[in-house]
């Protein structure tokens, strides 16, 4: 039979790792402990943090409807009676929102809140308060409504947007069909989406996107965090086949909408006055290689100018049908978005310089952006 023979050191590095293993499982022992104790998570914590300030909004608005269907109406009778008459009608709306301060400022969709005529306001206790919309932003979708409160302390926690990576948690609260109160759960499945590739081209976003539910009734809510911060405000569902997908407004363009919004009841938007595509190099040759194309086009990344609208400040300004932008205030226009989010940036009726390339020679074009039109 072989002896070992262990060494005075081995039994100082067996106490040790005894020792270090008995601290560890005391540790752990401790957090199963009290996990058994109250039986919740960090959904649960986050939750109480913001879930007191996650309100319902409930709106009215007055239209007129057809008494009846004309066409349903008996030609006799209708030469008898006459045309049948508009009548007055409420049309009824819903969807959430979040309370952001101690003043009972609310935070929730535009297309929640606009065109209507009463709003009211279900907080969190079951307190049924009256709303005054205070403004809305269409192009953001984003609306500041007040309740009568003068001091309101249950208001949520605001994040930092940007601090947002994929696969971070992310919890929506609302109330999607009515039902008020509830709580989904899932991750940042994507950031900066761009919602003119969800189909909304009158609007101005990057998006989160989440795979937490959000419904009918969840816009206007809070995305929040694992922290129980408010990082995106819920604004619409794209359902399709298997799971839906969830978009929300970063919290930090909410908060710079609101402030504009709170100081002067409305954002305004710069405009050019352009419509666009998207080129590229594979584009642009495909195209330049069409014997039917009457033009050619650079074989370069951009955006190309598809029309120019008229009295547009582009139109002022001299640009063409067929311009490719390639930098805008010296910072480089690969597609249409990078363009876009540098018109967001410039001044009204302030020179914004814009790179253009024209039959192959590069010139540069002032333009003075004006406000955006048609949003009141």
């Not at 419509?275 to 955006?303: C, F, M, T, Y």
């Amino acid at each position: 039979m072989k002896l070992y023979k262990i060494r005075f050191i081995d039994l100082i590095k067996i106490f040790i790792v005894f020792c270090f293993c008995l601290i560890n499982f005391s540790q752990n022992a401790e957090v199963l402990a009290s996990t058994s104790l109250d039986n919740h998570n960090f959904v649960s914590a986050a939750v109480k943090n913001v879930g007191p300030a996650v309100v319902k909004i409930d709106t009215e608005r007055l239209v007129e409807r057809q008494q009846f269907d004309p066409t349903l109406i008996d030609p006799l009778l209708r030469d008898l009676l006459g045309e049948p008459g508009l009548i007055p009608d409420k049309e009824r709306g819903q969807g959430s929102g979040v309370i952001i301060n101690d003043t009972g400022l609310i935070l929730t969709n535009a297309h929640v809140v606009e065109r209507v005529d009463n709003v009211s306001v279900t907080l969190a206790d079951g307190t049924i308060s009256e709303g005054k919309v205070l403004g809305t932003d269409v192009v953001t979708d984003l609306a500041l409504v007040k309740i009568e409160e003068s001091t309101y302390p249950n208001y949520a926690p605001l994040g930092n947007s940007e601090d947002l990576e994929v696969g971070d948690w992310a919890i929506a609260l609302g109330t999607p069909y009515g039902l008020e109160k509830t709580v989904t759960l899932g991750i940042v499945s994507s950031l900066h989406r761009d919602i003119n590739s969800l189909g909304f081209s009158d609007k101005r976003l990057d998006l989160i996107q989440t795979d937490a539910a959000i419904n009918p009734g969840n816009s206007g809510g809070p995305l929040i965090n694992s922290s129980g911060e408010v990082i995106g405000i819920n604004t619409l569902v794209r359902s399709g086949p298997g799971a839906g997908l969830g978009f929300a407004i970063p919290i930090n363009l909410a908060k710079t909408v609101s402030d504009q919004l709170l100081k002067n009841g409305e954002v305004i938007h710069p405009y050019l006055g352009v419509q666009l595509i998207s080129l590229s190099p594979k584009i642009a040759k495909e195209h330049n290689q069409d014997p039917n194309s009457l033009v050619q086009l650079p074989e370069r990344n951009g955006a190309l100018i598809q029309s120019v609208i008229p009295n547009s400040p582009a139109e002022k300004a001299g640009l063409r049908r067929g311009d490719l932008v390639i930098a805008a205030e010296n910072i480089s226009i690969k597609e249409p978005k990078a363009l876009l989010d540098e018109v967001e940036k410039a001044q009204i009726g302030k020179v914004f310089l814009l790179n253009v390339l024209r039959d192959n020679k590069e010139i540069k074009i002032n333009i003075k952006p004006e406000p955006l039109p048609g949003l009141t």
